[in-house]
């Protein structure tokens, strides 16, 4: 099957600001495309952003996979999932001119946890993520031994998030390290949410890696 750019419902924010990166935003369960433009404009301003919707629908709830239960994934989905939209995202980047050599991942939570799958299953994609409350993806699997070898990852964590548990981040953590990647584990005292001071914390992480 051929994929289009219609296969997705998205929002992209036109850049603003000459020789910026894109920045792919992943929403949290629940919410949308529009849910996290002003975490996008706060990380990198003036830099264009392309915002899709995930299509699995949780009683209501927008999801980018299926669960078993709270923190259990259905990892057959996370996969199916991930491929999809990793083949959507190159077909987006070509149909509005991005520059597919620029391109940073940002999400929270579900979302955050589909950025990291898309790290680890399509390297190359993305130069960079800035990933929080995410834990490893493919549970209770030991992903490809894929390079990440110049990909640069910030991953914001609560020490006491009940959700996206700390040694599920110290995890991830460890497979994209294990794999190449130069991580940032940014650790707040706080549980499943971002803090105002973490984003300042991301924001000159993203000035420092000058994509």
Avoid at 68 to 88: K, N
Wanted: proline share 6%.
């Amino acid at each position: 099957m051929t994929t289009s750019v219609e296969d997705f419902e998205h929002v992209l924010e036109p850049a603003t600001t000459p020789d910026t990166p894109t920045l792919v935003l992943l929403h949290g369960t629940g919410a949308d495309e529009y849910d996290l433009l002003p975490l996008g404009r706060a990380l990198a301003p003036g830099a264009a952003l392309l915002s899709p919707r995930g299509k699995v629908d949780e009683n209501g709830l927008n999801r980018w996979f299926r669960r078993l239960r709270e923190g259990v994934f259905d990892v057959e989905d996370v996969i199916t999932r991930t491929d999809e939209l990793a083949d959507w995202l190159t077909v987006a980047l070509e149909h509005y001119e991005l520059d597919p050599r620029r391109v940073v991942i940002s999400g929270f939570s579900n979302g955050a946890n589909t950025g990291a799958a898309l790290l680890l299953r399509r390297p190359g994609l993305a130069v960079g993520a800035a990933l929080f409350a995410s834990g490893a993806p493919l549970q209770g699997r030991e992903p490809d031994p894929v390079d990440l070898s110049g990909t640069r990852v910030f991953l914001g964590a609560g020490k006491v998030d009940p959700i996206t548990t700390i040694d599920r981040t110290h995890l991830l953590a460890e497979q994209l390290t294990s794999r190449g990647a130069d991580v940032v584990l940014d650790e707040h005292a706080g549980g499943h949410q971002i803090p105002a001071e973490q984003i300042v914390r991301a924001e000159e992480w993203f000035v420092r890696c000058g994509f």
